[in-house]
T-cell receptor, first 117, second 115 residues
């Protein structure tokens, strides 16, 4: 009964470097979401997938951010040419169904704390 | 306009008393879902309770209940008999029907339960 896992848990990088954050959802979950959470704030939606298809990427701040889920399971959020303002907790969540209504709660991973120096 | 508004950045509650955390939402959809999550200091996000827009009864889950007032667009969380372990951040969230599965979260309420 593994939950959502994310790696790495902590990432420190220098400004200008690229980073890749990984999310491993609960097995069998159709939908996968990426959020960014600043300290003391609620999660801010970035993007989500149903299976391998990216359904909505309206929350991605700019074109330095991208995400993929090529086989409908593990997802990677990539930030290119990182900037200090990218420092935050990046959270992944998964849900069993694909937005068909009902409870469909999201199960969150522990997050990756990204610090850009 | 904010989709989810939580007006109480921080709250204190006496142990064993009931506490209400406020949440108002903004949507023009008829079909939507409302959620509450708890985030303790460890950082995990724990699902607490769900209310569907068509549910006529207020949702309850153990010591948690959701006071759903549709006309006022409010979905307050009530924690009965609060415990020290209830001290945490609490987030209200909404999923709108027309936007598929995108969730909107509020800014959270930090609850501290004192003995």
């Amino acid at each position: 009964g593994a939950g959502v896992s994310q790696s790495p848990r902590y990432k420190v990088t220098k400004r200008g470097q690229d980073v890749a954050l990984r999310c491993d959802p609960i097995s069998g979950h159709v939908s996968l979401y990426w959020y960014r959470q600043a300290l003391g704030q609620g999660p801010e939606f970035l993007t989500y997938f149903n299976y391998e298809a990216q359904q909505d990427k309206s929350g991605l701040p700019n074109d330095r951010f991208s995400a993929e889920r090529p086989e409908g399971s593990i997802s990677t959020l990539t930030i290119q040419r990182t900037e200090q303002r990218d420092s935050a907790m990046y959270r992944c969540a998964s849900s069993l169904t694909a937005g068909t209504g009902g409870i469909d709660e999201q199960f969150f991973g522990p997050g990756t704390r990204l610090t850009v120096l | 306009a904010q989709k989810i508004t939580q007006t109480q950045p921080g709250m204190f509650a006496q142990e064993k008393e009931a506490v209400t955390l406020d949440c108002t939402y903004d949507t023009s959809d008829q079909s939507y879902g409302l959620f509450w999550y708890k985030q303790p200091s460890s950082g995990e996000m724990i699902f607490l309770i769900y209310q569907g827009s068509y549910d006529e009864q207020n949702a309850t889950e153990g010591r948690y209940s959701l006071n759903f007032q549709k006309a006022r667009k409010s979905a307050n969380l009530v924690i009965s008999a609060s415990q020290l372990g209830d001290s945490a951040m609490y987030f209200c969230a909404m999923r709108e029907g027309r936007t598929g599965n995108q969730f909107y979260f509020g800014t959270g309420t930090s609850l501290t339960v004192i003995p």
